[in-house]
């Protein structure tokens, strides 16, 4: 069994930062990549960043350049360090566990989620 726990998310301004954590616990492969999702109201869950365990990454087009996904395997922690936030990156944040195409280098997700944190961006 795997579990993920999200802390990190809060209420920031326009233009401000935010760091996100997700600590992984349990049985987890070496060849297993970790990534954040968000979904905002209404919207569909859509990728965000993702990381493999040697640090191959992956961005969604709308926060390339603003955020950047970093990994600690000793800690079995994922990072997402968000900034120059927009008021449209708001949305619940979740952590997930999946794996890289070795192929195609498309990140896949397993369904081992994260409880979710908020993200708000607002003056």
């Known amino acids: 069994q795997v579990q993920l726990v999200e802390s990190g998310g809060g209420l920031v301004q326009p233009g401000g930062s935010l760091r996100l954590s997700c600590a992984a616990s349990?049985?987890?492969?070496?060849?297993?990549?970790m990534g954040w999702y968000r979904q905002a109201p209404g919207k569909k869950r859509e990728l965000v960043a993702a990381i493999s365990t040697n640090s191959s990454t992956n961005y969604g087009d709308s926060v390339k350049g603003r955020f950047t996904i970093s990994i600690d395997n000793a800690k079995n922690t994922v990072y997402l360090q968000m900034n120059s936030l927009k008021t449209e990156d708001t949305a619940v944040y979740y952590c997930?566990?999946?794996?890289?195409?070795?192929?195609?280098?498309?990140?896949?997700?397993?369904?081992?989620w994260g409880q979710g944190t908020q993200v708000t961006v607002s003056s």
């Open positions: 349990g049985s987890i492969s070496s060849s297993a990549a």
């Open positions: 997930n566990l999946g794996f890289f195409n070795r192929y195609s280098g498309k990140y896949y997700s397993y369904d081992y």
